[in-house]
């Protein structure tokens, strides 16, 4: 938390409530704006962490097969409006060289993209090409699917739709058997 101006977090929230018409000072509302500047510190966390650096951790193992990380849940911040989208996002390479890298790295690149001011195409590619940059491996494909609170709770409210990017890097860009595979075992339960 050393680079979150946690101060700075607490006057904008005690100015947001103050402006929707609220009293920050009633005893509900006293401590809320210490409580949301640690909040944002938590889910912008991401902000001062690079994905890339989990995929130091590699292990030299003669597997130039499939991996795939399927099912992670995560949870973001939609840039535009400031709220919520989250769901679940699959990440699938073939190592080259026996280059692997530890699973929990996967699910940590995810933890640490999602958690910034974001799109959910950014997390897409930005996981994909941390993975093609760091490990090299013969391709990458990571799907994303997620419900956007700012199209559920507000403006169009829509509860229900869901958005899903896919990303594909290297041999998976052309390999569309090997995607079908991919996208086969993410929908296997
Ligand atoms: N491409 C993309 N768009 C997103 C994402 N999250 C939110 N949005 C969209 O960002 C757009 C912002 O549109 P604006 O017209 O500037 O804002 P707005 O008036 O609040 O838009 P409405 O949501 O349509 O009411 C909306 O269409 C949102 O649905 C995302 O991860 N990716
Ligand atoms: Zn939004």
Known sequence: MANVDLNKIEEAVKMILEAVGEDPNR?????TPKRVSKMYAE?????????????????????EELVLVKDIPFYSMCE?????FYGKAHV??????GVVTGLSKLARAVETTARRPQLQE????????SIMEMLNPYGVYVVIEAEHMCMTMRGIKKPGAKT???????ILETD??????????????
């Open 80 to 84: 535009h409006h400031l709220v919520p």
């Open 176 to 189: 569309e058997v090997k995607r079908s595979e991919i996208l086969s075992f993410i929908q296997m339960k």
């Open 164 to 170: 899903v990017t896919a990303v594909a890097r290297g």
């Open 92 to 97: 699938a390479y073939i190592p080259r060289n």
């Open 27 to 31: 005893e509900g509302l006293l401590d």
């Open 43 to 63: 889910m912008f966390e991401g902000l001062h962490q690079d994905p890339k650096e989990y995929f130091q951790t590699v292990f030299n193992e003669n597997h």
């Open 122 to 129: 950014r997390i897409t590619s930005t996981i994909a090409d």
